[in-house]
């Protein structure tokens, strides 16, 4: 079946010089050189991970994705601020050696970016929206944001005034702002209130007292007033980001994210959170539709990460990139968590079964392990030793208790009544 080609069925889909050639029922084999055997699957787009985190050996946070890509789906890879203004050239170089994927970047208000865990805007001097602007046109082939953490731990004293001066940047640049929300201050409402058409906010299922959800199943007024002008909601799970309650609540709302993303960094990368595919099955298992959840992690992410190029189409049109992404969609019982640990059971589950990028697949690479400062549990060593992590195998199918996972100091999870 395939899913982002404005239709979906049973077709074929020829690949010709990296590109799309032909997507009909039935393109005659013959005709193709090498033919990739898609039935009882579901081909897509190659999925646009619109939150990560690629400055690897640069920041506390980044990941190689490379090790990750061919397993998941993931053609075109976002960095959500890791670099500012001061080193978003060396993150510029290092994306360009991770070709054939494809990778833009939100430049941080704050000039260090990511360096440290935290605490990058608690200081007026590093968030300089005219370096933070000028970065952004000097790599406009690359940068299509700006970004700024909002929390108390992010922004100390600062409050509100970094999304001040990123808004700002950002008028400069002709760029959307994505602003991430967790344990305030600053105030949630006075944050979305700040937010233009166009702009996100991250971690938009948040349970932490930043909620977008001000009681069951509903959204707060200054959440739905953002999203009726445009703001979009973007998922960012993480480490800390994701919780149950309150992506249920926002889809009984109407309101589910408008972009599915991973949040993928050094934290992450063990779970709960993992990966795209696994984040995109939560929300399956939750009831938000295939085809929303398709969507949401295909076409809008690849409109805001394709900033004012427009290169990243997330189609399978003919004439497009043949950037392919090829899933079973698993049936089973599996168990997944989120941050805070609460369980939901799933029964389907996006495996992946080729990930091909310009039309040549990507090879297997074994992944890499964790940095020094990040601590595992047992259960995670045992993944990486046994070799486990180098094959194709979801690793939320392999490490299914809670006790696999070291869950951040966030609080309780959410607990929320009726209005």
């Not at 991973?262 to 085809?291: N, V, W, Y």
């Not at 090879?363 to 940095?371: K, R, S």
Request: hydrophobic content about 45%; proline content about 7%.
């Amino acid at each position: 079946m395939g899913l982002g080609t404005a239709r979906s069925g049973r077709y074929d889909v020829a690949v010709k010089k990296g590109r799309v050639a032909s997507v009909a029922p039935d393109i005659p084999r013959h005709l193709a050189a090498e033919v990739v055997d898609a039935r009882g699957c579901i081909v897509v787009p190659g999925l646009v991970d619109l939150h990560t985190h690629l400055f690897f050996g640069g920041t506390y946070w980044g990941v190689d994705p490379t090790p990750v890509a061919w397993r998941t789906g993931v053609t075109s890879w976002v960095d959500a601020g890791s670099a500012g203004a001061y080193n978003i050239a060396a993150l510029h170089r290092l994306s360009s050696g991770l070709a054939p994927l494809h990778t833009r970047a939100f430049v941080n208000i704050s000039s260090i970016g990511l360096v440290a865990a935290t605490g990058e805007a608690s200081r007026r001097d590093l968030c300089d929206p005219g370096l933070c602007a000028a970065a952004a046109e000097d790599h406009s082939d690359f940068v299509i944001g700006v970004k700024c953490r909002l929390d108390r731990f992010a922004t100390g004293e600062m409050g509100l005034e970094p999304l001040r001066l990123a808004g700002q940047a950002a008028g400069v640049a002709g760029l959307p702002v994505m602003a991430h929300i967790g344990a305030g201050p600053p105030d949630i409402d006075d944050v979305l209130d700040m937010l233009r058409p166009g702009d996100l906010v991250t971690h938009c299922a948040t349970g932490q007292d930043m909620s977008l959800v001000k009681q069951k199943d509903s959204l707060r007024p200054s959440a739905l007033r953002a999203r009726e002008r445009g703001v979009l909601f973007d998922v960012g799970h993480g480490s800390g980001g994701f919780s149950f309650t309150v992506a249920e609540s926002m889809l009984a709302a109407g309101a589910p994210p408008d972009v599915i993303s991973s949040d993928l960094h050094q934290r992450s990368l063990l779970g709960p959170g993992f990966d795209l595919p696994t984040c995109m099955s939560k929300f399956l298992a939750i009831g938000m539709s295939l085809e929303d959840v398709v969507r949401a992690a295909t076409t809008t992410p690849a409109r805001v990460a394709g900033g004012r190029s427009g290169e990243h189409a997330g189609s399978l049109a003919v004439g497009e990139p043949a950037d392919i992404a090829i899933f079973e969609l698993e049936a089973g019982d599996f168990a997944l968590y989120d941050s805070y640990l609460e369980r939901r059971q799933a029964d389907r589950f996006f495996v992946n079964r080729a990930t091909v990028v310009a039309g040549v697949p990507l090879p297997a690479v074994a992944a890499a392990p964790p940095a020094h400062w990040i601590e595992l549990t047992p259960a995670q060593r045992a993944l990486l030793e046994r070799g486990a992590a180098g094959a194709r195998r979801p690793w939320a199918t392999v490490l299914t208790e809670p006790g696999n996972f070291r869950r951040l100091p966030i609080g309780e999870p959410p607990k929320m009544q009726r209005d």
